[in-house]
């Protein structure tokens, strides 16, 4: 079975600060991705990672960064948090450009006071 | 523009009935869609996929049928559980982009006992 850790389960923030959520997979999968859900938006991407060091904006990138310095790990950074980015942030991974699902972990929420 | 749809934000069915849940995209490029199954306070869980060059997938209770020329596609529970009561989303992806994904909003189901 794929598992797929997102580090924190809660957070809370403050305006301004600079935040870090890790995931990280045990599957050896190429991609990985980070996403938001809001009530009635659905999931939007965030951004996405095809390999290391690869790094692709998805559709809302603005006010995120990300790093994937090992294959197994893909952070979302927040440089200056907002209260508009308290969301629940989902992070997945898949192997390869494939049609192949995408396996999810099981979130972080975080609130941005 | 909303690319994968949506329409019925719920859906209450009795124990032991058919659910169905239906999904409509705009893009014709997209050539593979999953349905994932959604608890609060869990990350999304993959539940069945279907390629553009099938009309029909099975697996247990669900099945998926895809409409290629109404560009429409339903997934049916059949019967109905209470514990299929969750958030369903519809989600579409096409090689050209890699397989990245694009989620319909979601449709909450609630199963009566």
């Known amino acids: 079975d794929v598992k797929v850790t997102q580090s924190s389960r809660y957070l809370v923030k403050r305006t301004g600060e600079k935040v870090f959520l890790e995931c990280v997979q045990d599957?050896?999968?190429?991609?990985m991705f980070w996403y938001r859900q809001d009530p009635g938006l659905g999931l939007r991407l965030i951004y996405f990672?095809?390999?290391?060091?690869?790094?692709e904006k998805g559709d809302i990138p603005e006010g995120y960064s990300v790093s994937r310095e090992k294959k197994e790990r893909f952070s979302l950074i927040l440089e200056s948090a907002s209260t508009n980015q308290t969301s629940m942030y989902l992070c997945?991974?898949?192997?390869?450009?494939?049609?192949?699902?995408?396996?999810f972990g099981d979130g972080t929420r975080l609130s941005i006071l | 523009d909303q690319q994968v749809k949506q329409n019925s934000p719920s859906l209450s069915v009795q124990e032991g009935r058919i659910s169905i849940l239906n999904c409509d995209y705009t893009?014709?490029?997209?050539?593979?869609f999953l349905w994932y199954k959604k608890y609060p306070a869990e990350g999304p869980t993959f539940l069945i996929s279907?390629?553009?060059?099938?009309d029909k997938n099975e697996d247990g209770r669900f099945t998926v049928f895809l409409n290629k020329s109404a560009k429409h596609l339903s997934l049916h529970i059949v019967p109905s559980q209470p514990g299929d009561s969750a958030v369903y989303f519809c989600?579409?992806?096409?090689?050209?982009?890699?397989?990245?994904?694009?989620f319909g909003k979601g449709t909450l189901l609630t199963v009566n006992p």
């Open positions: 997945a991974s898949r192997r390869g450009m494939i049609n192949q699902p995408q396996h």
């Open positions: 599957m050896d999968h190429e991609n």
């Open positions: 990672s095809y390999d290391v060091k690869m790094k």
């Open positions: 893009n014709s490029m997209f050539d593979y």
């Open positions: 279907i390629s553009s060059i099938k």
């Open positions: 989600a579409a992806s096409a090689r050209r982009s890699n397989y990245k994904l694009t």
